[in-house]
């Protein structure tokens, strides 16, 4: 099939996580072209994989210290650009269009009356998952930002619902075991302040963090060590570590379950994603939350013991046949068959 695949690039695990199933897809054979959304170009990192592929405004969500800034959202809206890119946009030949979470796509799809599959995290919440309160609004974006005709939504869990195992990069498979180092732990908590991030962690000197984020260079200051974005060296870090301190997003969650990293998240404030994802990991037992940077809950969670890997399928395989087959009322075997082939019982 000819394929047009939409990357919401406002979250760098949206890219991690389209770029594996793009790959896969072109492994099967398909012709996919990429649209990406949502950040400038110049923003985005190690997107070369994607080629050929667009990039356009979209649309994209505006934080600041750990919260929603929904009045700045309002402002940066450009729906007359947005109906532009979407009619403007060449489907012509396209057979298929694959949509992670970004609206242009989704909205041609719709528009031009093309079948469309919603691949990620937030197509889970049309089923039957942990799920924050928040409110109207919250709901109604959460599952109208990029709606799809078919669903191909990821969890840590199933839930005994038709939801895929997350997507795991093919390099922490690929990668030779890596002894974890005793102290040390991974911190990328994206949307606080860096000098925020650094109070909390400053008192934990038996501790050596390794701080991604809103870090422009590598630098070191003590037991914290700052770094730049560099997605090899964030893996590394990954494996090389006890535990890890993030936003409760899904992606990095994801990695940290399958390789046994004990997990401490704090949900970004008003988004029902994250909140919801905060909820999930309580419920399941799977890490520890904050909802502000807590110094006490940080120490109890540093004296937790490690967990045992997950060990998580090779979701895009499955997905990728899913798709192939066209067979959409298949879903649930697929995913039957992904959660079967993951390391661990407790799913």
Same mark, same amino acid.
């Given at each position: 099939?000819?394929?047009?695949?939409?990357?919401?690039?406002? @979250?760098? /695990? %949206?890219?991690?996580?389209? *770029?594996?199933? !793009?790959?896969?897809?072109?492994?099967?054979?398909?012709e996919v072209e990429v649209i990406i959304s949502g950040r400038?170009?110049?923003?985005?990192?190690?997107?070369?994989?994607?080629?050929?592929?667009?990039?356009?405004?979209?649309?994209?969500?505006?934080?600041?210290?750990?919260?929603?800034?929904?009045?700045?959202?309002?402002?940066?809206?450009?729906?007359?650009?947005?109906?532009?890119?979407?009619?403007?946009?060449?489907?012509?030949?396209?057979?298929?269009?694959?949509?992670?979470?970004?609206?242009?796509?989704?909205?041609?799809?719709?528009?031009?009356?093309?079948?469309?599959? @919603?691949? /990620? %995290?937030?197509?889970?919440? *049309?089923?039957? !998952?942990?799920?924050?309160?928040?409110?109207?609004?919250?709901?109604?974006?959460?599952?109208?930002?990029?709606?799809?005709?078919?669903?191909?939504?990821?969890?840590?869990?199933?839930?005994?619902?038709?939801?895929?195992?997350?997507?795991?990069?093919?390099?922490?498979?690929?990668?030779?075991?890596?002894?974890a180092k005793e102290s040390k732990v991974l911190v990328y908590?994206?949307?606080?302040?860096?000098?925020?991030?650094?109070?909390?962690?400053?008192?934990?000197?038996?501790?050596?963090?390794?701080?991604?984020?809103?870090?422009?260079?590598?630098?070191?200051d003590g037991h914290l060590h700052y770094r730049g974005y560099?997605?090899?060296?964030?893996?590394?870090?990954?494996?090389?570590?006890?535990?890890?301190?993030?936003?409760?997003?899904?992606?990095?969650?994801?990695?940290?379950?399958?390789?046994?990293?004990?997990?401490?998240?704090?949900?970004?404030?008003?988004?029902?994603?994250?909140?919801?994802?905060?909820?999930?990991?309580?419920?399941?037992?799977?890490?520890?939350?904050?909802?502000?940077?807590?110094?006490?809950?940080?120490?109890?969670?540093?004296?937790?013991?490690?967990?045992?890997?997950?060990?998580?399928?090779?979701?895009?395989?499955?997905?990728?046949?899913?798709?192939?087959?066209?067979?959409?009322?298949?879903?649930?075997?697929?995913?039957?068959?992904?959660?079967?082939?993951?390391?661990?019982?407790?799913?």
């Amino acid at each position: 099939m000819k394929i047009l695949f939409g990357v919401q690039g406002t @979250g760098n /695990g %949206h890219i991690s996580r389209s *770029r594996e199933l !793009v790959t896969s897809l072109r492994d099967f054979g398909h012709e996919v072209e990429v649209i990406i959304s949502g950040r400038k170009e110049e923003e985005l990192k190690e997107i070369e994989v994607f080629a050929p592929y667009k990039v356009l405004k979209g649309l994209t969500l505006v934080t600041y210290r750990g919260k929603m800034n929904y009045i700045e959202t309002m402002f940066q809206l450009d729906l007359g650009r947005l109906m532009t890119d979407v009619f403007m946009l060449d489907v012509n030949e396209i057979d298929l269009i694959i949509t992670d979470f970004e609206p242009v796509t989704s909205m041609a799809a719709r528009v031009k009356n093309i079948p469309s599959v @919603g691949f /990620g %995290h937030q197509y889970a919440f *049309r089923y039957d !998952v942990p799920t924050a309160k928040g409110s109207i609004f919250e709901r109604y974006t959460l599952l109208n930002f990029a709606p799809a005709q078919y669903n191909a939504g990821l969890h840590w869990h199933h839930f005994n619902e038709p939801i895929f195992p997350p997507v795991i990069p093919q390099s922490l498979y690929d990668a030779e075991e890596v002894e974890a180092k005793e102290s040390k732990v991974l911190v990328y908590l994206p949307f606080e302040e860096v000098e925020d991030v650094s109070k909390l962690l400053i008192p934990f000197d038996n501790h050596e963090f390794y701080i991604y984020g809103k870090v422009k260079d590598d630098h070191d200051d003590g037991h914290l060590h700052y770094r730049g974005y560099s997605r090899e060296g964030f893996l590394r870090d990954l494996q090389e570590s006890r535990g890890v301190v993030c936003n409760a997003g899904f992606e990095l969650p994801g990695e940290a379950l399958h390789l046994g990293k004990k997990l401490l998240v704090r949900p970004l404030d008003g988004q029902i994603e994250q909140e919801s994802n905060a909820l999930a990991i309580e419920e399941l037992s799977l890490g520890m939350t904050m909802h502000s940077l807590d110094g006490d809950i940080l120490r109890d969670w540093l004296l937790k013991p490690n967990r045992a890997p997950m060990g998580y399928s090779k979701t895009v395989n499955y997905i990728a046949e899913w798709i192939t087959k066209g067979q959409w009322e298949d879903l649930a075997d697929y995913v039957e068959a992904a959660w079967a082939d993951c390391r661990t019982e407790s799913q």
